[in-house]
């Protein structure tokens, strides 16, 4: 569901010092930064000012904060973080009197510097930005605290049960700050284009552990007080926070696993191949920058895949299988460690350089360890996802450089920044030869490494590279296209695997009545060809025929979270009902929206499928992430 809104008076508009497109300063390092949030009304004709965040009330042009040290205690009784924030702080422009921070349902409770109270104004908030906090900078402060607490609705933030766990004994707490939400639990620079260092000392139950996109030590002693630091410059979305009855399993040198003890044996046997994953990438792009690569399986509330918070990427308990079949999610994870992490997106509007770039390596890592046959399948059922978001989406939301003024900035995610992105660099790879594309990658990662830029700087970037390299071979129109207008553009390459070809045929076999579906052999399929053969079932099948695949697939019953999917979709449109009882359990026990968004878009359809969803909605609200409710409470209500 698109969640548009406008902007409140409290709406932002930023110019930027002339500076070169290709000039790494979007990182706000300098003065060639985004200046003064003022109060504007942004109109969709209006031109785009490509290095405006338009999702930040922060004024880092003017005063800039570079480190964060956090002291907070959780809550769980009261469902908050409480404790403060120091803020170290470099002014940009000579006798800046006023930092402006981004918040949202946060109780700014005071501020001070060098032990003196500093007044402050919190402005009334905007229903997705939240609320500027204005503070008056003294002449000579350098640092300034706040002391704060979380509401116990922070968007950013989601307490769970001992019986929403999968230990059932122990609270949870994790943190998701993609896109704009890492306001809602510290008062900061909340953009892209800011990236601090931090420190923290988390203060938690005894019985319960801390981990942070930061320095994690798996032999820490569980006492309720923990130390963290990230010495590497972060965007404000990367900073993530989970406590739990964690315990951790190593795979590798510098790679392992935390998770609950009974989730921990199973992960580390699914995950055992990360390490040679996090090999290969640095063999191929350049050394690891992040010291280790861990994983935290979180509890099935979780409304993604996975987020790569740098050094703990945060991952979906769904993708754990039993056959590695689902690993690609922690390929994708780890190749943000150079596209996202390492070089990010400046703003909302230029997510697909994070992503785009991050599944291409995606489906490279995985033809490193799998081999060439799953990279095409995998790649086939990548480009079918992207070809379903074309044929549903608006054109403006097909365009890799989105115009996401005046929208909440979750607006971006969609197959187009992923998949799309992704296409158009296997197109340059094509075109150059995969081993002159491999040494740009490589280079780009260099030049920009631990910067935010734009998708103009990138374009720059190309025509200083690849576009004068090979003049021959490229074309800036092209590319223009591929960037800035919907569709896929003609001629774009399509992804085919020789897998897929029996699985076509014993397909339109059995729809054509020419054999039965116990005829099929399925045995040596993998997961991919059954996602295969069930996501390009026609829309409607007979009652017949869902009772012959199920009777003899057992797809009801699938306990791999993507098959089941794939089927449930199909029940649902053909409101075959056997299917019902497990169709509820799914809703109910899975918060990940990629997978249970689909579902209720598509019971909605009808009266009765959507009062069976409100029924299931509620049920599962409590557990859901805010993200996962907002995404889909417009399909029951």
């Given at each position: 569901?698109?969640?548009?809104?406008?902007?409140?008076?409290l709406a932002l508009v930023v110019t930027l010092s002339a500076c070169s497109p290709v000039e790494e300063t979007n990182s706000i390092t300098n003065n060639n930064t985004p200046s003064q949030i003022e109060?504007?009304?942004?109109?969709?004709?209006?031109?785009?000012?490509?290095?405006?965040?338009?999702?930040?009330?922060?004024?880092?042009?003017?005063?800039?904060?570079?480190?964060?040290?956090?002291?907070?205690?959780?809550?769980?009784?009261?469902k908050k973080l409480v404790g403060s924030v120091q803020v170290d702080v470099k002014r940009q422009v000579e006798n800046a009197n006023e930092l402006i921070l981004d918040t949202r349902e946060l109780n700014i409770l005071s501020v001070t510097s060098n032990g003196n109270p500093v007044s402050f104004d919190l402005k009334p908030a905007d229903e997705n930005l939240g609320a500027a906090l204005h503070i008056n900078l003294p002449d000579d402060a350098e640092k300034l605290t706040i002391n704060y607490e979380t509401s116990p609705s922070a968007s950013g933030a989601q307490w769970l049960t001992p019986a929403q766990t999968a230990g059932k004994k122990h609270p949870f707490l994790f943190t998701q700050a993609q896109a704009v939400h890492a306001r809602s639990f510290i008062p900061l620079q909340d953009s892209p284009q800011v990236r601090v260092t931090y420190n923290a000392t988390i203060r938690t139950p005894k019985e319960l552990l801390a981990v942070m996109s930061a320095s994690n030590d798996p032999d820490t002693e569980r006492d309720g007080v923990y130390e963290f630091n990230m010495p590497q410059p972060i965007p404000s979305y990367l900073i993530a926070l989970a406590i739990g009855d964690l315990q951790f399993k190593a795979m590798g040198e510098r790679t392992g696993v935390y998770a609950e003890p009974s989730v921990l044996a199973s992960a580390a046997a699914e995950f055992e191949d990360t390490e040679s994953m996090l090999i290969a990438t640095e063999n191929k792009y350049g050394p690891y920058s992040w010291d280790r690569y861990d994983l935290l399986i979180l509890p099935p509330s979780f409304p993604f895949g996975g987020m790569e918070n740098p050094r703990l990427s945060f991952i979906t308990p769904t993708v754990i299988a039993g056959d590695k079949s689902l690993v690609s999610l922690i390929a994708h994870e780890l190749a943000h460690s150079w596209s996202g992490n390492t070089v990010t997106n400046a703003t909302w509007r230029d997510l697909w350089l994070n992503e785009g770039f991050t599944t291409y390596l995606t489906y490279r890592i995985m033809e490193m360890i799998y081999g060439e046959d799953r990279y095409n399948m995998e790649a086939v059922l990548g480009y079918q996802d992207l070809q379903a978001d074309i044929a549903s989406l608006e054109p403006n939301d097909q365009i890799l450089a989105i115009d996401l003024r005046g929208r909440n900035p979750d607006d971006v995610?969609?197959?187009?920044?992923?998949?799309?992105?992704?296409?158009?660099?296997?197109?340059?790879?094509?075109?150059?030869?995969?081993?002159?594309?491999?040494?740009?990658?490589?280079?780009?990662?260099?030049?920009?490494?631990?910067?935010?830029?734009?998708?103009?700087?990138?374009?720059?970037?190309?025509?200083?590279?690849?576009?004068?390299?090979?003049?021959?071979?490229?074309?800036?129109?092209?590319?223009?296209?591929?960037?800035?207008?919907?569709?896929?553009?003609?001629?774009?390459?399509?992804?085919?695997?020789?897998?897929f070809v029996k699985v076509d045929s014993a397909?339109?076999?059995?729809?054509?009545?020419?054999?039965?579906?116990?005829?099929?052999?399925?045995?040596?399929?993998?997961?991919?060809?059954?996602?295969?053969?069930?996501?390009?079932?026609?829309?409607?099948?007979?009652?017949?025929?869902?009772?012959?695949l199920d009777k003899v697939f057992s797809l009801t019953a699938s306990k791999n979270n993507e098959i089941a999917h794939s089927w449930l979709m199909i029940a649902v449109r053909n409101e075959y009902k056997p299917a019902y009882e497990r169709l509820y359990?799914?809703?109910?026990?899975?918060?990940?929206?990629?997978?249970?968004?689909?579902?209720?878009?598509?019971?909605?359809?009808?009266?009765?499928?959507?009062?069976?969803?409100?029924?299931?909605?509620?049920?599962?609200?409590?557990?859901?992430?805010?993200?996962?409710?907002?995404?889909?409470?417009?399909?029951?209500?």
């Amino acid at each position: 569901m698109k969640n548009l809104f406008k902007l409140s008076s409290l709406a932002l508009v930023v110019t930027l010092s002339a500076c070169s497109p290709v000039e790494e300063t979007n990182s706000i390092t300098n003065n060639n930064t985004p200046s003064q949030i003022e109060s504007a009304t942004v109109t969709a004709d209006s031109a785009i000012d490509v290095s405006k965040d338009y999702h930040s009330y922060a004024n880092p042009e003017q005063v800039l904060v570079t480190h964060l040290n956090l002291d907070l205690t959780a809550d769980f009784t009261a469902k908050k973080l409480v404790g403060s924030v120091q803020v170290d702080v470099k002014r940009q422009v000579e006798n800046a009197n006023e930092l402006i921070l981004d918040t949202r349902e946060l109780n700014i409770l005071s501020v001070t510097s060098n032990g003196n109270p500093v007044s402050f104004d919190l402005k009334p908030a905007d229903e997705n930005l939240g609320a500027a906090l204005h503070i008056n900078l003294p002449d000579d402060a350098e640092k300034l605290t706040i002391n704060y607490e979380t509401s116990p609705s922070a968007s950013g933030a989601q307490w769970l049960t001992p019986a929403q766990t999968a230990g059932k004994k122990h609270p949870f707490l994790f943190t998701q700050a993609q896109a704009v939400h890492a306001r809602s639990f510290i008062p900061l620079q909340d953009s892209p284009q800011v990236r601090v260092t931090y420190n923290a000392t988390i203060r938690t139950p005894k019985e319960l552990l801390a981990v942070m996109s930061a320095s994690n030590d798996p032999d820490t002693e569980r006492d309720g007080v923990y130390e963290f630091n990230m010495p590497q410059p972060i965007p404000s979305y990367l900073i993530a926070l989970a406590i739990g009855d964690l315990q951790f399993k190593a795979m590798g040198e510098r790679t392992g696993v935390y998770a609950e003890p009974s989730v921990l044996a199973s992960a580390a046997a699914e995950f055992e191949d990360t390490e040679s994953m996090l090999i290969a990438t640095e063999n191929k792009y350049g050394p690891y920058s992040w010291d280790r690569y861990d994983l935290l399986i979180l509890p099935p509330s979780f409304p993604f895949g996975g987020m790569e918070n740098p050094r703990l990427s945060f991952i979906t308990p769904t993708v754990i299988a039993g056959d590695k079949s689902l690993v690609s999610l922690i390929a994708h994870e780890l190749a943000h460690s150079w596209s996202g992490n390492t070089v990010t997106n400046a703003t909302w509007r230029d997510l697909w350089l994070n992503e785009g770039f991050t599944t291409y390596l995606t489906y490279r890592i995985m033809e490193m360890i799998y081999g060439e046959d799953r990279y095409n399948m995998e790649a086939v059922l990548g480009y079918q996802d992207l070809q379903a978001d074309i044929a549903s989406l608006e054109p403006n939301d097909q365009i890799l450089a989105i115009d996401l003024r005046g929208r909440n900035p979750d607006d971006v995610f969609s197959n187009i920044p992923y998949e799309k992105g992704a296409l158009f660099l296997r197109e340059i790879e094509h075109k150059i030869g995969r081993d002159n594309f491999d040494k740009f990658l490589l280079s780009y990662f260099e030049r920009f490494s631990f910067k935010s830029i734009t998708t103009d700087q990138f374009i720059a970037y190309l025509d200083e590279t690849l576009l004068k390299e090979y003049a021959d071979k490229l074309d800036k129109a092209r590319i223009q296209q591929w960037i800035f207008e919907p569709g896929i553009p003609e001629g774009a390459p399509v992804p085919d695997s020789d897998a897929f070809v029996k699985v076509d045929s014993a397909r339109a076999a059995w729809l054509a009545g020419e054999s039965r579906a116990n005829t099929i052999k399925t045995d040596d399929w993998t997961v991919h060809q059954w996602l295969y053969f069930l996501n390009n079932m026609p829309e409607q099948l007979h009652e017949k025929q869902l009772n012959e695949l199920d009777k003899v697939f057992s797809l009801t019953a699938s306990k791999n979270n993507e098959i089941a999917h794939s089927w449930l979709m199909i029940a649902v449109r053909n409101e075959y009902k056997p299917a019902y009882e497990r169709l509820y359990e799914y809703l109910t026990s899975i918060g990940r929206n990629k997978l249970v968004k689909p579902l209720y878009r598509e019971l909605s359809k009808t009266p009765d499928g959507k009062a069976f969803a409100k029924k299931a909605f509620e049920e599962a609200k409590p557990g859901y992430h805010p993200l996962t409710v907002h995404a889909n409470e417009g399909y029951v209500n």
